[in-house]
């Protein structure tokens, strides 16, 4: 993965300037390609300025909905919390790159670099193979409900474990592999250019990130929505309301992992078939443009995937919403419950009572009746 900068982007214009006005038709192609590098640029501030700061809150609130007392229970519901932690993790990450570079770029160092390259590719296999296993448990809940397939919060906590050692095993290699590229020391590469012996390796990450997760969310979520199209529709309104809110839990989960893959493809095809830096210099400059532009979009589009599921639960589940009002204070339902349960309290204990009232009454009686 090319990590693109200011510093590239001004070097470039540089670059223009210098043979600005060589060409008769110069002045096209150089607005052109200002225009490209502006457009990228602008996209990589708002997320800076604004996406990655309103992530961060709403992945924090998501956080504290999904870990309310009545919600622990739901796996549904402990994955999701995992997935807002990866999300705000994957986030910080992006601040903290951001910063190094615009703000400090004598502390951006090719160990930077590579720690940077190595944690980005971590966090995000993390986030997509939680995404697997969240649709895996739905799956197996749906689809085989009579088998004891489904996860426990203990396989949770194992599966977490083992998700984080693998993503460690996997992209280890890339703390040799990665590093500035030897053409352009602005760009912070997967695999430097000397590194040829890499390519099975390449071949190996690309298999396991994204290939296998997309494949496994696609048949998985082809399979759960088959299934919950078949499915009868109950009479008994206890077991509809359970249906009704099982029902919005999973489109909530189909949706996230739909908008997952959708996010995340065309960054993965853009830097599968990325040339190098050097190349892309060799080119045009209105070539060269054109691929910052593409790349940039691209990976801020995926960087979306981390911040977006906040406003996706609240699209797709009045569970979630009410979960939220109860958070914030608005706890009109559970004080109606508590006023209700007080009064049948009440009641039940004024009952209780009556017989004992009535019958001191009745030995009064008696006891004026006998004298």
Not at 10 to 18: F, V, Y
Not at 53 to 59: M, Q, T, V
Not at 77 to 90: E, K
Request: aromatic share 12%.
């Amino acid at each position: 993965m090319e990590i693109p900068t200011n510093e590239s982007h001004d070097d470039e214009d540089d670059h223009d300037d210098d043979h600005h006005g060589h060409h008769h038709h110069g002045h096209h192609y150089d607005l052109e390609s200002f225009l490209y590098h502006k457009v990228a640029l602008g996209i990589g501030d708002c997320f800076h300025f604004f996406i990655y700061p309103s992530g961060l809150i709403s992945n924090s609130i998501s956080l504290m909905v999904m870990t309310m007392k009545h919600n622990k229970q739901l796996t549904t519901c402990v994955f999701m919390s995992i997935i807002a932690v990866s999300d705000n993790l994957v986030l910080v990450r992006g601040v903290v790159d951001w910063l190094l570079e615009d703000y400090f770029p004598e502390a951006w160092n090719s160990g930077m670099c590579k720690a940077d390259i190595f944690v980005h590719h971590c966090l995000a296999g993390f986030n997509a193979y939680t995404i697997v296993l969240m649709t895996f448990d739905k799956f197996c809940a749906i689809i085989y409900p009579h088998k004891s397939l489904v996860f426990t919060r203990k396989k949770i906590f194992l599966s977490t474990i083992v998700n984080v050692v693998t993503q460690i095993v996997l992209y280890f290699p890339l703390l040799f592999a990665a590093g500035f590229d030897p053409d352009d020391h602005h760009f912070c590469v997967k695999y430097k250019h000397e590194l040829t012996n890499m390519t099975v390796y390449s071949v190996l990450s690309i298999g396991f990130y994204p290939t296998i997760p997309v494949a496994a969310l696609f048949v998985m979520n082809i399979s759960i929505i088959r299934a919950i199209f078949k499915r009868k529709v109950t009479t008994t309104a206890n077991v509809k309301k359970r249906k009704v809110q099982e029902r919005q839990i999973t489109i909530m989960l189909l949706l996230v992992s739909v908008i997952f893959v959708v996010l995340l493809l065309p960054f993965q095809l853009v830097d599968s078939s990325f040339v190098g830096h050097d190349e892309a210099g060799a080119a045009s400059a209105l070539e060269a443009a054109r691929t910052f532009f593409i790349f940039n979009t691209s990976y801020y589009l995926s960087m979306l995937n981390y911040a977006i599921n906040f406003y996706l639960y609240l699209l797709s589940g009045s569970k979630f919403r009410n979960d939220l009002r109860m958070l914030f204070g608005c706890r009109k339902r559970d004080l109606s419950v508590h006023h209700d349960q007080s009064q049948s309290q009440g009641s039940s204990l004024h009952n209780s009572h009556a017989p004992t009232s009535s019958r001191h009454t009745q030995r009064k009686t008696e006891q004026s009746n006998v004298d």
